[in-house]
């Protein structure tokens, strides 16, 4: 029995031509490609904060979104908000969700009854997702909104925010635990500095490596043996954020003997900010086996924030998975839309198409990236640019058999240096006519 989406029923895949809004064009649940269904290589996730608690406020505005489930307060509006999450859930068959823990439940006047709260609605969302077999992909504490994070949670230059914090992520662990969910997420909201000039750089990072410790110590305790997710972010709130880009964390989990429990959940948005592409991001953390998960979304280039926008630049969503496939399949993690409709976007419905939007446009990226690896376009280009190193001189450099006198004996002999062209733009137009194609 619907109550929030009574006019939409349950949306189904019905192929390009469909002129149905409320239809999948490209995104077919049960399509093969490959050895996996779409929905196995794929493993959608709703964000609960963008969808159920967003009201499209921005720092120049207030809301312009009223949802019905807004007519209440409280705990009334957190229930509410679970009933329209799995009813929505429903019609998109959407296998998976996410959350932070205020987005669950309201905070109390105390941390005790925060708590208290969050066991109310963890019951209640344990109900839901037993009856309709929708799954936890990973869930997280906000520790940036309430201001007794302004100088951070882990970094904080307060000894008691950083026991607090400790307190929320330690419940949050039960929580992930009780719930079965695949994954814990460390969004280090404020973990970073505004000025160098009242920073002790050393101590902050040491703190968040300790903290970080504490928790992997605290799974262990209780049994949950999910993944833990770090999320860069390279900035805002924050002038420097200490999780700047994948790179950035995976040297600091390296540094602090981190690297065996944590991996990567990269969002678009985050690397458009730290000037990179999401494809670059991903990659960086395949190769050096922590590619955890994906928050899919995207940023407005010419925009300097965090927009969080639905994605449906096809081209990007191909890159990101071919490095998926690459990588043998996202694991634990999925494709989470960490994502808002635009504040202009004020009806219900506009959720609906939002997220068909985002599943069709990764559902097309995905059968041209399987078709790019089937016919070896990238492999072939690759290994022709880097032929020289197959043989003689530079497979003796690969293999290490060289120093460099020999190297400079070599090259006096050899100075006269042709190189090839590396076909990008080639390259790039036969992207288009395999995403053309899908």
């Known amino acids: ?7 939409i029923q349950q949306v189904k895949f019905e192929g390009g031509a469909s002129k149905n809004p409320f239809a999948f064009k490209y995104y077919n649940p049960e399509e093969v490609i490959g050895e996996k269904t779409m929905k196995e290589h794929l493993r959608f996730s709703m964000a609960y904060w963008h969808t159920f608690n967003a009201d499209g406020s921005d720092p120049f505005g207030a809301g312009t979104m009223l949802r019905p489930w807004d007519k209440f ?23 998976y969700y996410a959350f932070h823990d205020v987005d669950i439940a309201p905070e ?62 330690k419940k949050g662990l039960e929580v992930a635990k009780e719930l079965g969910s695949e994954n814990y997420v460390f969004w280090g909201g404020r973990e970073g500095y505004d000025s160098l000039l009242n920073t002790n750089m050393g101590l902050e990072l040491d703190n968040l490596a300790r903290f970080m410790h504490l928790a ?79 928050d899919a979304n995207q940023g407005d280039p010419l925009l300097g924030w965090d ?12 890159l990101a998975m071919y490095e998926v496939l690459e990588n043998g399949g996202i694991g634990s993690g999925g494709l989470n839309f960490d994502a808002k409709t635009r504040r202009s976007s004020i009806d219900p419905e506009d959720l609906v198409y939002a997220h068909i939007a985002g599943m069709d446009s990764f559902a097309r990226g995905l059968k ?13 280009a690759i290994a022709k640019r880097y032929s020289s190193f197959t043989e003689g001189i530079g497979l003796d450099i690969v293999e290490g058999k060289v120093d460099f006198k020999m190297l400079e004996k070599y090259a006096l002999e050899h100075d006269q240096i ?9 390259l ?10 899908a």
């Open 428 to 437: 790039r137009s036969t992207i288009n006519q395999y995403i053309f194609e």
């Open 73 to 95: 307060q409280g705990m009334d509006q957190s229930k509410a908000r679970a009933e329209a999450a799995f009813e929505l859930f429903g019609k998109l068959d959407m296998p």
């Open 1 to 7: 029995m619907t109550k929030y989406f009574n006019d």
């Open 418 to 426: 042709k190189n090839e062209s590396g076909r990008i733009e080639l």
């Open 307 to 318: 927009t969080d926008e639905f994605p449906t630049d096809i081209y990007t969503s191909t």
């Open 216 to 294: 992997v110590d605290y799974a262990k305790e209780i049994g949950y043996t999910g993944q833990f997710l770090i999320e860069p972010k390279p900035k805002e709130p924050t002038k420097h954020q200490y999780d700047f880009d994948v790179a950035t964390a995976l040297q600091f989990l390296q540094k602090y003997d981190l690297s065996d429990h944590f991996k990567m959940n990269i969002e678009a948005n985050h690397a458009t900010l730290a000037g990179h592409t999401f494809e670059h991001e991903i990659r960086v953390a395949r190769l050096n086996g922590a590619l955890g998960s994906l």
């Open 108 to 169: 109390g006047d105390t941390l005790r009854e925060s708590f208290q709260n969050t066991d109310q609605m963890v019951a209640v969302l344990k109900d839901y997702m037993k009856a309709s077999g929708v799954k936890l992909l990973w869930n997280t504490a906000n520790m940036f909104t309430n201001p007794r994070y302004v100088h951070g949670a882990a970094t904080s230059s307060n000894a008691d925010v950083f026991a607090y914090s400790a307190a929320k992520v």
């Open 368 to 380: 041209a990236a399987h078709n790019l690896r089937t016919d070896r376009v990238f492999e072939d």
